[in-house]
């Protein structure tokens, strides 16, 4: 197993620790000329009197010998999936899971946090160790 897909697992099965059914494992946009595939969809049933939250996320490990590369890849992605769901599922709210390691290392950096800030990317943050999601950012 790879670890991508471990960390694609590790995020999933926390996911549902929290009580989200996951919905989508990928979860697919069709825009006519090209395909992309959203690592996950969830949602979690608030309360029977509420609406549901509908997420989709984009599990990243930053495994890569250049974290700046990867983040610039995350990034792009993420504008890109965001718009495709703006027409495909509106009212999906799409993250960024990153690992709390790499949260910690990178993430706190003043520039990183204003390109998340001024693109408006919300974070879940995922503790590998302990397995289970460590902090929800919006």
Do not use: C
């Not at 706190?108 to 800030?117: A, D, G, K, N, S």
């Amino acid at each position: 197993m790879s670890a991508r897909d471990r960390f694609h697992e590790l995020v999933r099965t926390a996911l549902e620790k929290e009580g989200w059914i996951i919905t989508h494992d990928p979860y697919h946009i069709d825009l006519g000329f090209v395909d992309f595939y959203i690592d996950l969809g969830a949602e979690l049933l608030l309360a029977a009197i509420k609406d549901e939250e509908k997420i989709a996320v984009v599990i990243k490990t930053f495994l890569a010998p250049s974290t700046i590369s990867e983040f610039h890849t995350a990034i792009g992605q993420l504008i890109n999936y965001r718009i495709a769901l703006e027409d495909d599922d509106p009212e999906r709210r799409l993250y960024l899971a990153v690992p709390l390691d790499v949260y910690k290392r990178f993430f706190r950096y003043p520039f990183i946090q204003t390109v998340i800030v001024r693109n408006k990317i919300p974070l879940l943050v995922y503790d590998t160790q302990k397995q289970e999601i460590a902090e929800w950012i919006s």
